[in-house]
Nanobody, 125 residues
Framework: QVQLVESGGGSVQAGGSLTLSCAAS????????TAWFRQAPGKEREAVAA????????YYADSVKGRFTISQDNARNTGYLQMNSLKPEDSAMYYC??????????????????WGLGTQVTVSS
């Protein structure tokens, strides 16, 4: 089993920054891929970024490229999402997810093995 706990959300003005954390426990193989999704009220869950521990490949949604950075600290079993130049449209509940494998072809699919409960990000204009 894999357990995920997000933290770091909050309220920030447009142009500001936040760093989300995802503390993971459980089978390391089953969480080789860590992803972040977000969901705003009335909208579908959207894939934001993912990182595959084997090789360190990273993937980003076009809407966050150049502004968000996903990383992984394997020693601390923690994943991070550094979010810069935040926009009001980034406001959403952000979820951490884990799976054994991901690549360019499948990282956006919301079929991950494990999910956290989410952390709220609110960006005001």
């Amino acid at each position: 089993q894999v357990q995920l706990v997000e933290s770091g959300g909050g309220s920030v003005q447009a142009g500001g920054s936040l760093t989300l954390s995802c503390a993971a426990s459980g089978d390391k193989f089953l969480r080789s891929c860590t992803a972040w999704f977000r969901q705003a009220p009335g909208k579908e869950r959207e894939a934001v970024a993912a990182i595959y521990a084997v090789g360190g490949d990273t993937y980003y949604a076009d809407s966050v490229k150049g502004r968000f950075t996903i990383s992984q600290d394997n020693a601390r079993n923690t994943g991070y999402l550094q979010m810069n130049s935040l926009k009001p449209e980034d406001s959403a509940m952000y979820y951490c997810a884990a799976e054994a494998f991901c690549n360019e072809g499948n990282w956006r699919k919301p079929s991950y093995l494990a999910w956290g409960l989410g952390t709220q990000v609110t960006v005001s204009s």
